[in-house]
């Protein structure tokens, strides 16, 4: 009798999303309350916010708080997956145009000077109908390709924005624009940095995670000194490889030769290089840990030597754990290389710093959003592959 | 043949296994029964060398096992463990490959030895040859660990509690099947368990262990009617005595001259069974057949009921 009534309320009574509740509450707030774009004469002069209506044409105005309102509700009442996905897909997709045409339509004609950001509102926006996105597609539960594949088309559509010149008016592009040459310079430094220490990582971390797996005494003492190099603040670690650093350029001869000095690339190099250490060898060695002891019995009494069991058996069935290892380091690299631009490394890092010591918001926009990407894209290409690669032969 | 001569294991300050002497005849089914910690898969892991004995000597055809290197020894013998320890990123085509593969076999033989593997212990190959172990159930997995372990036609198999994990119906059908296996192949069997029931089933001898030392070998009727000492008495259990002594034998080993009423026993049956159904039945005697369904005689109430007695 009591499952009968609470679906009778179920049916009769309007059915509320928890989370729909929350993601409309902050869209009503941003498409009301919070501005839509911000406008300044200047660089550096305080800015005026503008909300939707009158940052946009009337019609494109009323028009974007009319879908954001529709696509508020449909997130609101327990609609169909497949409804949510549409109206979060279509919510972002007029919010990314829209956020153009506002830069182009606040601007008066011929200035150079006056910048159009995208303002708080904007942002929570797109904050409130990624999380719908988000959440609808996980309750869809798509297989790792299709998962890659929906980034692939994100990331494409975002690059025909780029290119097709839409947001060229927005203060941001604007930064890009004067400085296109040295954005790609620090995106190269900044992908040399977090690529280039996990390699060095997984080459070192590897090996000593397979040897703490066979020694026993090595375990406790190899994972005790990285996890202590964990506790160390970045910041702090930078500071104190420079003494090293610096003695090891001026006494070995060709060292300096190569880049090796107290500031600059190499502290940040090595530093990357030692917080990924731990994720590395820890997760091989739980990998290797994890390894059911029967299938380990079995290859040896089956006349595998060592070595055939260690790539045969013991690899491949530690590989998805190492996988997410890697996983870790990469995410924790990306975010991480930011902060190499303080002493000298560059990477995204720089523009982060040069907007905040010019108070130039946009700038460090400039530097965050291309790192929050990358680290977004590198942790839904490796989870696709932790699973695509646990999928396979599954251990009980 | 496998010679244990003189076999002493010390881990540290513990013997595991004392002073142990015994010769496993070729073509036969030796099971060596004991309680957990009596030394008895330590014995036989020292056969295919994961274990090195502290001291003593194992023959194998009166070579030493350590005359080549362990890997290659291990590769002619044939190992089955408890939960089959199947590699599980592996396809059961693969894991039944495992030994071939690295005995560098040519692939049209070693496709045709899995299919053949597969065939023996009915499980079809154009189904099982693609899953992964964890598709199976456990009497599948097993019986794809014990194809793994015949894979390379070893002369000698060793089973580590193959059965252990089975649940009674399908460990009894794994049990006969392994019987056929042998009988199929005439593989020289060592197998570990603390089952006595499977112990008296499959064994052509019986070596009971405890505190590592072998207390008795021989084969199940004479440990049945002579147990050497009063722990291997404990083991075998005195109220399943004359049981284990019907259970050896088999019913066309009991035929009687004369004919009898009721539906026919076939002659492959254990005496115990052919017990078991003549109580059920309610008769005095029922008639016994052959494979081929020819009338061999008949099994009574009365001959089994003496075959079971103490034999003096």
Redesign the interface.
């Known amino acids: 009798m009591a499952i009968g009534t609470i679906e009778e309320k179920e049916r009769s009574g309007l059915r509320l999303d928890k989370l729909g509740i929350i993601i409309a509450a902050l869209a009503a707030y941003g498409a009301f309350l919070a501005p839509f774009a911000t406008f300044k004469a200047n660089r550096i002069v305080q800015g005026e916010a503008k909300a939707i209506w009158e940052a946009l044409p009337t019609a494109l105005g009323y028009g974007l708080l009319a879908l954001v309102s529709l696509a508020a509700i449909l997130a609101f009442v327990k609609s169909s997956v497949s409804v949510r996905v549409a109206a979060a897909l279509a919510t972002l997709v007029a919010l990314c145009l829209l956020i153009g045409i506002a830069a182009d339509s606040l601007t008066p004609p011929g200035s150079s000077y006056a910048r159009v950001s995208p303002a708080s509102g904007f942002w929570l926006l797109v904050f409130a109908f990624a999380l719908l996105l988000a959440d609808a597609l996980t309750r869809l539960n798509p297989g790792p390709g299709v998962r890659v594949l929906l980034l692939v088309g994100i990331l494409a559509l975002l690059g025909a924005m780029l290119a097709s010149g839409h947001w060229d008016g927005l203060s941001i592009m604007r930064e890009y624009a004067s400085r296109a040459a040295s954005f790609r310079a620090e995106a190269g430094r900044h992908l040399t940095l977090a690529l280039g220490s996990l390699a060095a990582a997984a080459a070192i971390g590897l090996p000593l995670g397979i040897l703490c797996h066979r020694v026993d005494r090595l375990r406790a003492g190899v994972l005790g000194v990285l996890n202590a190099i964990q506790t160390i603040p970045s910041l702090a670690l930078f500071g104190i490889l420079i003494a090293p650093l610096g003695w090891i350029a001026a006494q070995v001869p060709g060292a300096a030769a190569i880049g090796i000095r107290g500031i600059g690339v190499a502290p940040a190099f090595v530093a990357l290089f030692l917080y990924s250490l731990l994720p590395m060898v820890a997760n091989t060695v739980v990998g290797l840990a994890g390894v059911p002891h029967a299938a380990n019995d079995a290859a040896r009494g089956l006349g595998m030597t060592d070595r055939q069991r260690l790539v045969a058996i013991e690899f491949p069935l530690a590989f998805p754990v190492i996988l997410a290892g890697i996983r870790i380091v990469l995410v924790q690299n990306i975010g991480l290389a930011t902060i190499a631009a303080l002493i000298g490394g560059g990477g995204f890092g720089v523009f982060v710093f040069q907007g905040i010591g010019q108070t130039a918001m946009d700038l460090v926009l400039l530097g965050a959003v291309p790192t929050v990407v990358l680290a977004f894209v590198a942790a839904i290409v490796l989870d696709a592959l932790v699973e695509a690669t646990r999928g396979r032969g599954k251990v009980q | 043949m496998i010679e244990f001569d003189q076999i002493t294991k010390h881990y540290g300050d513990t013997e595991v296994v004392s002073d142990v002497s015994l010769t496993v005849e070729p073509h036969t089914i030796t099971v060596v029964v004991g309680t957990s910690g009596s030394g008895k898969t330590t014995l036989i892991r020292m056969v295919?060398r994961?274990v090195e004995p502290t001291s003593g000597v194992i023959r194998i055809d009166g070579e030493d096992n350590r005359s080549i290197p362990a890997?290659?020894?291990?590769?002619?013998i044939g190992?089955a463990?408890?939960?089959?320890?199947?590699?599980?990123?592996?396809t059961v085509a693969q894991n039944i490959a495992?030994?071939p593969i690295?005995l560098g076999w040519g692939k049209a033989r070693v496709k045709a030895k899995v299919e053949e593997l597969l065939t023996l212990f009915q499980l079809d190959p154009s189904f099982f040859a693609e899953r992964?172990?964890?598709e199976l159930s456990g009497g599948q997995q097993q019986r794809v660990?014990v194809a793994?372990?015949l894979a390379a036609e070893p002369n000698l198999l060793?089973m580590d509690e193959p059965f252990g994990a089975l649940d009674p119906i399908i460990r009894a059908k794994a049990q006969d099947d392994l019987l056929a296996i042998q009988k199929h192949f005439g593989t020289t069997i060592i197998l570990v368990t603390h089952d006595m029931e499977e112990a008296f089933h499959l064994a052509d001898r019986i070596a009971v262990m405890d505190k590592g030392e072998v207390l008795q070998y021989a084969n199940p009727a004479e440990m049945l009617v002579r147990p050497a000492t009063p722990f291997v008495e404990a083991l075998i259990g005195a109220s399943e005595r004359p049981f284990r002594l019907l259970a050896i034998e088999r019913a066309g080993d009991a035929v009687e001259p004369g004919a009898a009423e009721g539906t026919p026993i076939p002659a492959s049956l254990s005496q115990r069974d052919a017990l078991s159904q003549l109580l059920w039945s309610g008769r005095p005697a029922l008639p016994v057949a052959a494979a081929d369904g020819a009338i061999l005689g008949k099994v009574s109430l009365e001959g089994l009921v003496k075959r079971a007695a103490r034999p003096r």
């Open positions: 295919n994961l890997f290659e020894l291990r590769r002619r190992y463990i408890q939960g089959h320890g199947l590699f599980p990123h592996r495992t030994v690295l992964y172990p964890h660990g793994r372990a060793l």
